[in-house]
């Protein structure tokens, strides 16, 4: 648990939660329930494929087709902002690929995912707040 990340978190209030008006246990449970879409860690063929319109597909460039073709052929990819990017920018805007992907490469999770400290406890806070 990084205390100092979720201090922050509790004194500035980011996306205005009113972790302020909170006893430890609430803010606990706002912090852990799983109202957010933070970015996916990796992503699988089975995913990418579920996204794919063929007919989108088949309208890419031969380099684009390959390098979609590549990320399939890995079984599961670990998505670094540059992959991310690179995945967003193969389909064009407007595009239900594009749309498919771009829901595709976030995850159903919490704030404290989002922060990365993991599960928040009353007692966490509790102690994020001594700091």
Known sequence: MNLQTLK?????????RGYAAMGD??????????DREPERDDITAGVLMSALVLAEYNALTAVERRYFDLLVSAGSVTLNSTVRQQIRALFPQGTQTKQNLNGA???????????GIGNVTPSDIADAKRL
């Open 25 to 34: 246990q609430e803010a606990a449970v706002s912090l852990n329930t799983n």
């Open 105 to 115: 490469l976030k995850r159903v999770g919490s704030r404290a995912d989002e922060l």
């Open 8 to 16: 922050t978190e509790l004194t500035t209030d980011p996306l205005a």
